[in-house]
């Protein structure tokens, strides 16, 4: 009966130096993966400016149709906005067909708590109200 015996060979030279590189890639990733955590005042930053793009966005969308609904005028720009930049938003036009029975003034306020148009206001009588 013939017995094999296991030879170990040493790890060569080569194979240490490749582990080595690895293990430091390795440790690097870990520690810029750690450091790419963001603080809590960033993130409160963050959700502030998606909440006020959210706010405006559904503004500009919503408020100009409400508009030329009421007016049969179509609106595109603003000429002023107000908000606080967390709960509403205002958007005022001023009419310019005024001369041709067009209305001359119009707001339309926007709550982000309704998710839609509280107040829309032409030429002084108020068509919405919530």
Request: charged share 25%; net charge negative.
């Amino acid at each position: 009966m013939s017995e094999e015996v296991e030879v170990k060979e040493p790890m060569s030279q080569t194979m240490k130096i490749v582990i080595a590189v690895v293990g430091v890639f390795v440790a690097g990733f870990l520690l810029v993966g750690q450091s790419k955590q963001k603080s809590t005042a960033e993130i409160e930053a963050e959700s502030m400016i998606r909440n006020y793009a959210n706010i405006q966005g559904m503004a500009n969308q919503k408020c100009p149709a409400a508009v030329e609904e009421a007016t049969g005028e179509k609106v595109f720009f603003p000429s002023k906005t107000e908000s606080d930049k967390d709960t509403y938003i205002t958007l005022f036009w001023e009419g310019e067909n005024t001369a041709n029975g067009g209305f001359k003034n119009a707001s339309c306020t926007l709550k982000a708590s309704l998710g839609g148009i509280s107040e829309l206001i032409v030429d002084g009588k108020t068509l919405i109200k919530k």
